[in-house]
């Protein structure tokens, strides 16, 4: 038997590469004829996961992390028709079984079958039915036909593996974002945040036609990332009024549209920059959007936030100006990204070379014994996107 590895959270700011069982074909007592096993290729670590890992959620310890998922398919179920051994695949985050009505009308972020709790499942994450996370060597992927996007050249997607591993996660959500927000050809966008799924939204804005797109984040080198592939920034530290810096840039303090890449974390601009304020973000971008504009929030709010500051933000509670957002008929567009409505698209951009998505969130390739020195650095804000590479498969 195969041996298996993969980081697991043990409390606040602690994770651990430990010995895990290795994956069956099984989804408890049941066969899993579904599903497949896959050999981990790549697997990145998410600001989501960070979340967890900083105990702002009830994530349980033991939990096998990891939810960005690209890999070899190495055993597959009886009931597997399409997807065969030796198969270079991309895994949505969303787990969805492709039977249920929200799959069928493309919503898979919010599956009916997968999670007893509520609607919606991931690989190792809080709340999101107990399915074991990848930043492992091996995983088991359920519902494989559904759920897996096959490259169609291996070679030709090993040459490119450190973009088309975006496409399980940050580069689809980062779009999604943009998409719902209603980014299109000559907008001028506001991305608030330049983590990875704030650079992988500016980099979609780009890909989308905006005209002008502006990122705001505290973090000095975030915003130069940003300002690496054409974006203008702003500096949320400075004491100048959000939208008094963006005036200075494009003339008028408005945007057409907006995207909250940053969530329930937020903290407070100028002088309150190191206080923690979970509605700043959502407040802000309303009010620097136009009447009539809509916004993206892809970025991540709990129902349950242990670290929270106050009771009401414990069960996700949050002061919102949504009479500001009435009185101006913004749309609002929140929730999972449906990965599958948008990776086979977001792939032949990759392919076609339309875009250079790992360049843009700046990708960084460590093993898997290394994942608990990227954890720490990704919390201290360092401006890449970290790829476990288990196996040591990744070409330099």
Not at 52 to 74: F, K, N
Not at 373 to 378: C, E, H, I, L, N
Request: charged share 20%; proline share 5%; aromatic share 6%.
């Amino acid at each position: 038997m195969c041996q298996n590895h993969g980081v697991a959270y043990i409390k606040p700011g602690v994770v651990e590469v430990q010995s895990i069982e290795y994956p069956k074909l099984a989804l408890g007592d049941r066969k899993c004829e579904h599903g497949v096993i896959l050999q981990i290729v790549s697997t990145n670590i998410c600001g989501s996961d960070q979340h967890m890992v900083r105990g702002r959620t009830t994530a349980p310890a033991g939990l096998v992390l990891g939810h960005e998922i690209t890999g070899l398919v190495i055993e597959a179920g009886r009931d597997v028709e399409f997807i065969k051994v030796g198969d270079l695949v991309s895994v949505p985050f969303n787990i969805a079984c492709g039977r249920c009505r929200n799959c069928k009308a493309g919503q898979t972020g919010i599956c009916l079958n997968v999670n007893p709790s509520r609607p919606g499942a991931a690989y190792g994450y809080v709340d999101m039915g107990g399915w074991v996370g990848g930043q492992a060597e091996y995983v088991l992927v359920p519902y494989a036909d559904f759920n897996l996007l096959k490259f169609p050249d291996k070679d030709q997607a090993m040459a490119k593996i450190r973009d088309l591993t975006l496409l399980s996660d940050i580069f689809p959500t980062g779009y999604h974002g943009a998409v719902t927000a209603g980014v299109g050809p000559g907008s001028i966008v506001y991305v608030a945040g330049a983590g990875p799924v704030g650079l992988a939204c500016a980099a979609s804005c780009h890909l989308l036609g905006a005209a002008v797109v502006i990122v705001g984040d505290m973090i000095p080198e975030r915003l130069e990332q940003a300002k690496s592939f054409g974006c203008e920034i702003v500096d949320l530290r400075k004491d100048t009024p959000l939208a008094d810096q963006i005036a200075a840039i494009v003339g008028v303090p408005e945007v057409d549209c907006a995207v909250d890449c940053v969530g329930f974390e937020a903290r407070g601009h100028g002088s309150d920059a190191g206080v923690e304020r979970p509605a700043t973000v959502l407040n802000a971008i309303m009010s620097v959007t136009r009447a009539g504009g809509a916004l993206g929030i892809p970025g991540l709010y709990v129902t349950g936030d242990p670290g929270a500051s106050d009771a009401a933000a414990k069960e996700g509670s949050l002061s919102i100006r949504i009479g500001l957002g009435w009185a101006k008929s913004h749309s609002f567009y929140t929730g999972q990204c449906p990965v599958m409505k948008y990776h086979r698209q977001l792939m032949n951009a990759i392919l076609y070379d339309k875009i250079q998505i790992a360049k843009a969130v700046n990708v960084e390739v460590i093993s898997l014994d290394k994942a608990p020195k990227g954890y720490q650095d990704f919390d201290k804000g360092a401006a890449k996107k970290f790829v476990i590479d288990p196996h040591g498969m990744i070409p330099n």
